[in-house]
Structure formats: C-alpha cells, structure tokens
C-alpha cells in the first residue's frame, strides 16, 4: 500500500485517543459506536496519512489532497494569510503539473495513460482548476451577472465532490 492511514478516535475531553486503527471499516464502525454512546459532536476522529513510494499518479492524487485540504483549512479557519499563501503555494504547484502533464499529452498524441482511471482523475482535477480561474476572473468583472456566478461556483463544487470521492478511495479514507 503506497498510503498508510492511521485512523485515532477520542474520547470527549480526552488527549489521548481511546481506540487507533490502520483498517478503515473498523475505525469507522467504532466510530459510530463511539458517537451513538457520547453524541458525535464530543466524539472526533482523526487520521494520519503516511506516504510510502509513491508512484507518479499517486504523487498526484497526494498533491491534489493536499491542495484540499489546504482550501478547506484557509476557508474553515478563519481566512489566515499564512493559510492563504499556503494554499496558493501548492495550487499553483498543481497547476503547474498540470500544464506539464498537458503539454507532455500534446507533444506525444500516442502515448496513453496506463490507468484510465487515473487519467480521468486528471482530466477531472484540470477541469476544476480551469473553472476556478474562469470562476475568478469572472467574479472581478463588473458586468458579471450573480446568477451565472452561483452556476459557474455549483460546478466547481460538484467537482469537488468527485475529486474527493476519487482521493478517498485511492488513500483510503
């Protein structure tokens, strides 16, 4: 397994975790034993994701979790400007494998990816990444129209959820 996970659920009030596993579907049923005992909102889970040999689609799908999650921290906690540069710093890494990635699929029409899936992945993430910036660049228009705004962000979202989907299942989360 190139991605170890180590799943820790707490106890409310608690520092140490009361029960740690590496197997996702028990860590996931204790959970939920743990939340119907105590209510979810004093139980938490966490987990730590230890990286092993990586080829390079996984690199990716780890690159494109950590832009996430980096999105997520900056919107989640309060809109910190470290969180913000943190967060430009590793889209624009991504942003720049993608254009490398583009470039390399254009210059050798031939060549095709060894996983469909991986490539679709890729496709899916490159998609997202333009709408982001069509997204931004529209919302600084002074002609822009509120609705189309809503429908262009309601796309990248739907997006999101995809790519989510797709690195739960390939880290194991």
């Not at 990716?60 to 910190?80: D, F, P, S």
């Not at 400007?81 to 494998?97: H, I, M, P, T, V």
């Not at 490159?126 to 962000?153: C, G, M, Q, S, T």
């Amino acid at each position: 397994m190139p991605f170890k996970v180590k799943f820790s659920i707490f106890e409310p009030g608690k520092q140490a975790p009361c029960f740690t596993t590496n197997d996702h579907r028990l860590a996931h049923v204790e959970y939920r034993h743990q939340c119907n005992q105590r209510g979810c909102a004093l139980t938490r889970m966490t987990y730590d994701i230890e990286c092993i040999d990586l080829t390079k689609p996984e690199q990716y799908v780890w690159l494109v979790y950590q832009v996430r999650k980096a999105i997520q921290k900056y919107y989640g906690c309060g809109r910190k400007r470290e969180d913000l540069q943190a967060s430009l710093d590793l889209e624009k890494k991504l942003d720049n494998w993608n254009a490398r990635t583009r470039y390399h699929l254009q210059t050798h029409p031939k060549c095709r990816p060894d996983d469909d899936k991986a490539f679709a992945f890729f496709q899916v993430v490159e998609e997202w990444r333009n709408l982001w910036h069509k997204y931004f660049a529209y919302k600084k228009r002074p002609d822009k129209d509120p609705a189309v705004e809503r429908e262009i962000k309601k796309q990248c979202f739907d997006f999101e959820k995809e790519i989510d989907k797709y690195i739960n299942l390939v880290i194991g989360l």
